[in-house]
Structure formats: structure tokens, C-alpha cells
């Protein structure tokens, strides 16, 4: 019996992992890999929900926790030589402190690395600061010189890799918009509209996503006697250097009449209660939120940036906003909150663009044949040698 070839996906946290990899895994495993998982199993690390897609499972809880670096330093120790013993044939990274990793494990075992840049975070963000210097530094010169391919979530990301020498010239680069969606999971409504308006923000609670702006825009609407019920949902990220802390997010939200609603751990299901879902977010890869939002037959009102741009056609299948800008996110919001079957059409067009285009149907091939791509190539390279 031919031995199968280990994938091992290393990403930030068990939780993220079922979210958006889910799909990928259980592909994998159909095309004859083996699926190995390094993550923060204290986040969400379900290991009933985990078995039906991972054959092999490693605890890294210094990932998503602030942990002391004698801690940190021994745990990657102790990962690491479970993971040379694995022998995986490809190693694919999500988030910043899973591609610095990788790349170490990478350039370690000899096989290649696929790193999934969904965004460039906040670090890579900011505009020449030291950390981001820093950060730049750590990264570029943490990933492999060969055996490197990427995936980008919007041609954007890809420019400003190449731009700030992130990665050289000759990695190649491929555009893959999103993680891959399963349309059957989601309710879609026919009508929207049709009681008292549901206006929602779902989304971690970051400054960076526009949290401040959508509170701001419902008081204005609330202010001029708009009759809605404005939400916000998510789970605070006290660990992101824009996270917002609860006090911060219940105090505004009292303020501004938004009701908060928290982490929801069914998605799908709340979707079906919204008309109107928002992200004034100020920088994206390829929004998860706003693809949950059309399945679920919601009108999309985004910023107009790259990223949010890729779901939403301003006037087509949804509406743009400037970004940081609360009065014309409140302006957006008046005009479908005031022309319902302008706000039907909107979203029947967004529904049908992202089944088309970001469905797992679609998607989930695209990962596999990178993924198979370079497993091969690494194994030829192998054996000329």
C-alpha cells in the first residue's frame, strides 16, 4: 500500500481552523492525505468536532496566548520534534506567528511551505512604523528561500507583498478569493424587510473593523427616528493591539442604542434574523462576514476597499462606503432602510455572484490542486538529488 503524504496545517487556533479549513481537510483526506493539525486547542479545540477532519492533532498554546518565552521556546521545542518525526510533505501556515513558524519547520525538514495570506494584520499594516519594520524583518527572513508557495485572497495582497519585498519575485503566487463556502449550510430568505429592520455588524471586535463607525452610524439613524434594531455581534480578541475591551464595547453600544449580542456561536442561524449586514472594516483579505451575509440573503453594506470591493459591486449587489466615515455609513443604511425592494434586489444579486464565485464547490479545488502542485514538485526535486 502506497504511503500517504502528511499536509499539516499550523493556524492560530482550533476554532479558526473549523471555520475555514474544515472544508480544505476533508478534501484532502478524499484525495489520500493525511491531515495533520498544530493549533491552540484551547480555543475551541473540540476534539469530537476535530476528528472528522484531522488525523493527527498538536497542542500549541503559545500561538494565541501570551505566554513567558522560557514557556513559549520549550513548547515549540517539544512541537517541533513531534513534527520531525511526522515528516510532513507540505506545510500550510495561517496568521502571522503560524507563517514565522512554519517557515522555521519549513527551511528545518526541507519541504515546502504554502502560506495562506488571508490579510497582512496589523502589523504589516502600519505605514513604516517600527514594528511594522520589525515585523516585516521576522517575516520575510523567516520564510524559506525556495520550497515557497503563496496564496493571496485579493490581488491587492499580492502587490504589497511583492512591494515590500515580503517575499521575492520568483515565489509563486496564486490568487485564491476566500476559504470556500458551503451555501447548504445557510438559510437564504426571499424577502428581507419586511418587519421591524435588523442592521447587524458581526465581526471580532477591532477598532481595525469599523466597530466605532457602526455604532456611530446607527445613533445617527437612531436620532432621526429610525425604528431598527441595531446589533453588534462578536467575540473581544483582548490579545490584537486594536481589540476593544468589553467595557469600552458595552458603554458606546448603551450610547449609541446597539444591542450586543456577543460571540453566536451558530452563525447561519442568526443570519436568517438580519435585513442589513455592515462592515466598515478598514482593511480586508477576503471577508468571510460579508460571504455568510449574501448565503444568507442579507443586504452587504462594506467599505470601499480591496477585499470587501471583491463581494460587493457598489449599486449591483450591494452598497460601498467611504471608509472611516460613520455619516456615510448612516447615509448607505438610510437608503435601503428606505427602499425595501431596492434592498431586495441588492441582495438576490450579491446571493447569486457569491454562489457563483466562492462557493467550496469552487473554491476548495483550487486549494487542493496548489496543494497536490507542490507536494509534487518537492518529491521530484527529492528525488533528482
Known amino acids: 500500500m502506497q504511503k500517504k503524504s502528511k499536509v499539516l496545517f499550523v493556524v492560530k487556533d482550533a476554532r479558526y481552523f473549523l471555520s475555514h479549513r474544515a472544508d480544505l481537510a476533508r478534501a484532502l483526506r478524499a484525495e489520500k492525505f493525511d491531515v495533520i493539525l498544530a493549533t491552540d486547542l484551547s480555543v475551541g479545540g473540540d476534539s469530537s468536532q476535530l476528528k472528522d ?10 500561538l494565541s496566548a501570551k505566554s513567558k518565552p522560557v514557556y513559549t521556546i520549550l513548547c515549540a521545542i517539544t512541537v517541533i520534534y513531534e513534527i520531525l518525526k511526522l515528516r510532513p510533505a507540505c506545510i500550510f501556515t495561517v496568521t502571522y506567528p503560524a507563517n514565522v513558524l512554519g517557515g522555521f519547520i519549513s527551511r528545518l525538514l526541507g519541504v515546502p511551505q504554502l502560506v495562506l495570506f488571508a490579510g497582512l494584520g496589523n502589523l504589516l499594516q502600519e505605514s513604516g512604523g517600527f514594528k511594522s519594520k520589525m515585523a516585516t524583518m521576522i517575516l520575510r527572513n523567516s520564510l524559506p528561500k525556495k520550497n515557497l508557495a503563496v496564496i493571496v485572497q485579493n490581488a491587492a495582497i499580492g502587490e504589497l507583498l511583492t512591494r515590500n519585498k515580503i517575499i521575492e519575485s520568483h515565489v509563486p503566487v496564486t ?7 458551503n451555501f447548504s449550510a445557510y438559510y437564504h430568505r426571499r424577502e428581507i424587510l419586511t418587519g421591524i429592520p435588523r442592521v ?36 473581544v480578541d483582548g490579545l490584537n493591539p486594536t481589540a476593544m475591551t468589553l467595557d469600552e464595547i458595552t458603554t458606546l453600544a448603551t450610547s449609541c442604542g446597539v444591542q450586543f449580542i456577543g460571540f453566536v456561536s451558530d452563525v447561519p442561524a442568526y443570519l436568517q434574523t438580519v435585513d442589513i449586514l455592515c462592515l466598515p472594516s478598514y482593511h480586508e483579505g477576503l471577508p468571510r462576514s460579508l460571504l455568510e451575509g449574501a448565503a444568507s440573503g442579507c443586504v452587504l453594506v462594506a467599505t ?4 470587501c470591493r471583491d463581494v460587493v459591486t457598489h449599486e449591483e449587489s450591494g452598497l460601498l462606503v467611504e471608509p472611516r ?36 464547490d469552487v473554491i476548495i479545488p483550487m486549494y487542493c490542486s496548489v496543494i497536490k502542485n507542490i507536494v509534487k514538485a518537492s518529491s521530484s526535486e527529492q528525488k533528482d538529488l
Open 304 to 307: 470601499d476597499i480591496a477585499g
Open 200 to 235: 447587524a455588524l458581526v465581526s471580532r471586535l477591532l477598532r481595525e473593523k469599523g466597530v466605532i463607525e457602526f455604532m456611530s452610524a446607527c445613533k445617527i439613524l437612531r436620532d432621526e427616528g429610525f425604528a431598527c434594531n441595531f446589533e453588534l455581534a462578536g467575540d
Open 53 to 62: 477532519y484531522v488525523d493527527f492533532c498538536l497542542n500549541l498554546p503559545f
Open 175 to 181: 490568487l485564491i478569493p476566500g476559504s470556500g463556502l
Open 325 to 360: 466615515s460613520a455619516i456615510d455609513l448612516a447615509d448607505k443604511l438610510r437608503r435601503i432602510l428606505e427602499n425595501r425592494h431596492y434592498a431586495q434586489s441588492l441582495a438576490r444579486a450579491c446571493t447569486e455572484n457569491a454562489r457563483n464565485r466562492f462557493s467550496s
